[in-house]
């Protein structure tokens, strides 16, 4: 008997299925998580160089005042390759190490289902992790060199969104067609498929032919959090703050770059470089600001980005049930309640929703269909909750088109069901 596992390795979350005698079953990959289903693709580093992951990293992270090294959105540089690695407490770690710890962890706990050791996986992967081929084909040999370091043998990929259409494929009764658009809305990547799926028993050892269009773009739930801390936010670290540089008498705004680099939260440990310290130490002694100037170099030195990001995201996950919401963050002297409306998130998201909409009509284009000829339109992952997600697709297909599955499971549970492409 083969058994074999998906593994969706998330921007933000992670989960695991096991293909086992034809049957595809979601698993428990992290008990400490409040959905058991899903482990935060996280990593941390302690001082004494233990390693956490999931919901655990989150508690020691939190547990030891930020002291040791935290990653998370790791996915997000698999396409980098500015980026190879990094150095944490004197050991160098690839990029590939830092996934395959994840993944080993993952494997682990399917193989303490089972009850034996299990080599073969079906990996997800997004429909572009970039735009650039070469970029693109160093991320997926990234993920494979991980797979291989966490020790599995035998590596297929699969595109999420065609796992999702699998999933969706599942639920279908026999002699059951339809063309369906999925839409997968993560944390990093936001991609889309046109597929055609049928219910019952078939032949599936090749589903090229059904898969009538494939797209992606970089725009998902993380862009939406930076976003927020930009229009929101920035404004208490100095985002308006202005000063006179030495031996000038005229105001100068603070540079965007330092700005910038607030928006992404794991990027803020690179203002710690000399001259960026040297320059914040200017700016302070003359500013209009100097309260938030203050607050910018705690936010470097004390390394809370991650605890205010995780308040801007809560935020804006109240926005998809609710009309308002407030972020509210205190750290020292600094105390943030800063409210945010429904309309605002979409007004500053504008142009990301313009992106998304972009690729959306792209992806129907390509598919040589009209949105009349797509049967069903099926929305998954954590960002497909953004009401104006919801009704991009109402506005082009209609609202009683929509057949939403599981946010959070059903790329793993097509991964698992991908297996008798591959095997
Ligand atoms: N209720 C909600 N409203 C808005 N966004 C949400 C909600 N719940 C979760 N999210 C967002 O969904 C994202 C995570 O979704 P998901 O787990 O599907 O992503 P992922 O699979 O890890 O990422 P990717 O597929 O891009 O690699 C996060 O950005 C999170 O903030
Ligand atoms: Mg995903």
């Known amino acids: 008997m083969q058994i074999v596992f998906g593994i969706d390795f998330g921007t933000t979350n992670s989960a695991l299925s096991v293909f086992r005698n034809g049957s595809v079953d979601v698993i428990s990959v992290d008990d400490t998580a409040q959905d058991n289903q899903l482990m935060r693709s996280v990593l941390y580093f302690s001082e004494d160089n233990e390693i956490f992951t999931g919901n655990e990293a989150i508690r020691q992270y939190v547990e030891d005042g930020a002291a040791g090294r935290f990653m998370q959105s790791i996915k997000t540089f698999l396409p980098n390759t500015s980026f190879t690695g990094t150095e944490v407490f004197g050991t160098r770690y690839e990029i590939d190490d830092l996934v395959a710890i994840i993944l080993k962890k993952i494997k682990a706990r ?48 699969q595109y999420e ?127 209009d600001d100097r309260p938030a100037i203050e607050h910018l170099e705690n936010i470097i030195e004390d390394n809370f980005g991650f605890a205010l990001f995780q308040a801007i995201e809560k935020a804006k996950c109240e926005l998809s049930d609710g009309e308002m919401a407030t972020i509210r963050f205190t750290e020292c002297d600094l105390s943030i309640s800063e409210g945010i409306e429904k309309g605002e998130f979409e007004t500053i998201n504008a142009q990301n929703f313009r992106k998304i909409e972009a690729c959306i009509d792209e992806v129907v284009a390509q598919s040589g269909l009209t949105p009349a000829q797509i049967d069903t339109v099926s929305l998954t992952g954590g960002t497909s909750k953004i009401p104006h997600i919801q009704k991009l697709f109402a506005d082009r297909f209609g609202l009683d088109k929509s057949e939403n599955r599981d946010v959070f499971t059903s790329v793993v549970h097509g991964l698992g069901s991908s297996v008798p492409l591959f095997v």
């Open 110 to 157: 399917g193989e303490a289902h089972v009850g034996c050791p299990v080599e073969s996986v079906v990996l997800g992967r997004p429909v572009v992790f970039s735009t650039d081929a070469a970029k693109d084909a160093v991320a997926e040999q990234r993920l494979e060199k991980a797979a291989r370091k966490a020790g599995f043998k035998n590596i297929w990929f």
């Open 161 to 287: 969104p065609v796992a999702a259409a699998l999933a969706f494929e599942d639920t279908l009764h026999a002699g059951q067609e339809r063309v369906v658009f999925i839409g997968d809305f993560g944390g990093g990547t936001s991609d889309f498929s046109v597929i055609r799926v049928k219910g019952g028993a078939f032949d599936r050892s090749d589903r090229r032919s059904d898969v009538l269009s494939l797209g992606g773009v970089y725009v998902a739930g993380d862009k939406f959090d930076s976003q927020v801390m930009w229009d929101k936010v920035a404004q208490y670290f100095g985002r308006y703050a202005r000063y006179k540089p030495m031996g000038k008498e005229e105001w100068q705004d603070i540079p965007a770059s330092i700005v910038y680099t607030l928006c992404q939260w794991h990027r803020i440990p690179l203002l710690r470089g000399r001259k960026t310290r040297e320059l914040i130490r200017v700016i302070k002694r003359t500013t």
